[in-house]
Nanobody, 115 residues
Framework: VQLVESGGGLVQPGGSLRLSCAAS????????MSWYRQAPGKERELVAT????????NVPDSVKGRFTISRDNAKKTVYLQMNSLKPEDTAVYYC?????????WGQGTQVTVSS
């Protein structure tokens, strides 16, 4: 199983970024996928989850209405569209999947929101 994130970078407050996570090594369409983030000195937190069927689960109030998770099963890729970014969104963002009771993480991609 391999999860490879991309799309992070430096963006000004109010800007947008789209993160991508390319998956391989498992039947992507059969599993839910999630995005987590970890800011310096803080615990890793769940940002969004999408089920195998494309259904969405509750997201934390901190990102509700600004972040959207989606997936393209043909491309074996999950996305995180982030709008109206705030400095407090600065973190390393990780792609996550649990495949047959084993948790897998990507290497992470840095998102920095600063003027």
């Amino acid at each position: 199983v391999q999860l490879v994130e991309s799309g992070g970078g430096l963006v000004q407050p109010g800007g947008s970024l789209r993160l991508s996570c390319a998956a391989s090594g498992f039947t992507f369409s059969s599993y839910g996928m999630s995005w987590y983030r970890q800011a310096p000195g803080k615990e890793r937190e769940l940002v969004a989850t999408i089920t195998s069927a494309g259904g969405l689960t509750n997201v934390p109030d901190s990102v509700k209405g600004r972040f959207t998770i989606s997936r393209d099963n043909a491309k074996k890729t999950v996305y995180l569209q982030m709008n109206s970014l705030k400095p407090e969104d600065t973190a390393v963002y990780y792609c996550y999947a649990k495949i047959q009771w084993v948790a897998y993480w990507g290497q992470g991609t840095q998102v920095t929101v600063s003027s």
